[in-house]
């Protein structure tokens, strides 16, 4: 918080899915993150991590995600992306936030893992460039948001 504080830029990208909620929500507060979902869902592969906001390309997962987990976000974030989760029981599908900006726009939040937005583990060629140039057009995005670029 303090580095945010005094003109830091951060991206956070994690695997909650071997976290708990109850554990991981209070270790969230510098987020823009209400709360994790404490339901943990699958995000089958290839499957559209949709842009919320136009600047930002849609992604991809190159595998099948166990354990991939949602949130709310707080009132003032901008929700960037969301994602199809999957629930057996009951079953249905939610599309749920899985990646926010705080409202000062230096900490972007993902609960996905970045290698598994991208070619890792694509075993088709020109599904693996397509998910990599996406993943890249994000960062690109971001580095150009964070005034890197």
């Not at 109850?22 to 994790?36: R, T």
């Not at 919320?52 to 949130?71: C, E, I, K």
Request: glycine share 8%; net charge neutral.
């Amino acid at each position: 918080p303090g580095y945010l504080a005094s003109g830091g830029r951060a991206l956070v990208s994690a695997d909650f899915s071997a976290v708990s909620a109850d554990i991981a929500n209070p270790l969230l507060g510098y987020a823009p993150v209400d709360s994790l979902y404490a339901t943990a869902g699958r995000v089958t592969l290839n499957s559209v991590i949709q842009s919320q906001v136009s600047s930002y390309p849609d992604l991809r997962n190159g595998r099948f995600l166990s354990g991939a987990r949602g949130f709310r976000p707080v009132t003032n974030a901008t929700v960037l992306y969301t994602a199809p989760l999957s629930y057996s029981s009951p079953t249905r599908i939610v599309q749920a936030p899985v990646g926010a900006k705080n409202d000062a726009g230096t900490l972007v939040f993902l609960t996905l893992a970045l290698q598994d937005l991208g070619g890792y583990g694509v075993t088709d060629a020109t599904r693996a460039a397509a998910n990599n140039a996406s993943l890249e057009a994000f960062l690109r995005q971001l580095l150009t948001d964070f005034t890197v670029l």
